[in-house]
């Protein structure tokens, strides 16, 4: 496995109720397949590459809910530059065996991640490609609070899509900021992630969150399978200048996007 940008997407995990359903529905949307991990998850394939993971929730308040993880050399130092600059820790650093060191915090927003250093386990296998995670971004209200964090905490350099929408934009005109790691020029070809803003237009009791997206060869088909395996369809297919995306539930109530991008 390639190793990640620093504070590049290199992971995500899905908390589910009923592991068992997760991996029906997973399954049959992007063709994943399973294998047991050490504990009550299963790692996910897709031909044959980690893809992502699915894990049984242990205590019935957590969130049922897609997280997603930057890569980091340093996790210490990262977490204490979270605390420096606004954020909070919720899990210090932990080490997964031989696999890696973990931790998981919030941005000022109340947005929750978390962060990776590799040890024998690096990352994705697979991305960018139908089948795999290929973008994330932050929701948020406290834009200026957040992007400030980010930029600071992250090292992301950031650039304003002031009229052409990001990948999570439905339309023109819509306050986006893309991120790109550090020490590159910011902008579409190296973004790794974004921030988006939660507008009047959602209920006040929103929180903050991250929605993470898969690419998938089909918007449309990939929406119709979504609904006939007991899931939802939030936001019906539509088009962007980076594909064709939908925002989705899975049966379980974890919320994910699927973009199809365009014929190069």
Avoid at 45 to 67: C, F, I, N
Avoid at 122 to 137: A, D, H, M, V
Wanted: proline share 7%; glycine share 12%; charged share 20%.
């Amino acid at each position: 496995m390639a190793a990640f940008a620093q504070s590049a997407p290199c992971w995500v995990d899905v908390q589910l109720p009923d592991l068992e359903a997760g991996k029906r529905f997973y399954g049959e949307l992007f063709g994943w397949t399973f294998r047991a991990g050490d504990g009550p998850f299963a790692d996910a394939l897709s031909e044959g590459r980690l893809v992502a993971a699915l894990a049984a929730k242990q205590d019935g308040r957590m969130p049922t809910a897609w997280g997603v993880y930057f890569a980091t050399d340093d996790i210490t130092a990262s977490v204490a530059r979270i605390r420096e600059h606004g954020g909070q820790v919720i899990t210090d650093p932990v080490r997964v065996g031989r696999s890696g060191v973990l931790a998981q915090a919030a941005d000022p927003g109340g947005a929750v991640f978390g962060l990776w250093q590799a040890g024998e386990r690096k990352g994705f296998q697979k991305q960018n490609e139908p089948g795999s995670f290929c973008w994330t971004e932050v929701y948020t209200r406290q834009k200026d609070r957040v992007d400030t964090f980010y930029e600071k905490a992250f090292g992301f350099t950031s650039a304003e899509l002031d009229d052409s929408g990001g990948p999570g934009t439905a339309e023109s005109g819509v306050d986006f900021r893309m991120w790109s790691p550090a020490g590159t020029e910011p902008g579409p070809d190296t973004a790794v992630g974004g921030r988006s803003v939660i507008t009047d237009a959602f209920p006040a009791e929103m929180p903050s969150y991250f929605l993470s997206y898969f690419a998938v060869a089909d918007c449309d088909a990939s929406a119709d399978t979504v609904k006939r395996l007991g899931g939802r369809v939030s936001e019906p297919p539509f088009d962007i200048p980076y594909g064709r995306m939908a925002v989705v539930q899975d049966d379980q109530g974890a919320v994910f996007a699927v973009l199809q991008p365009p014929v190069s």
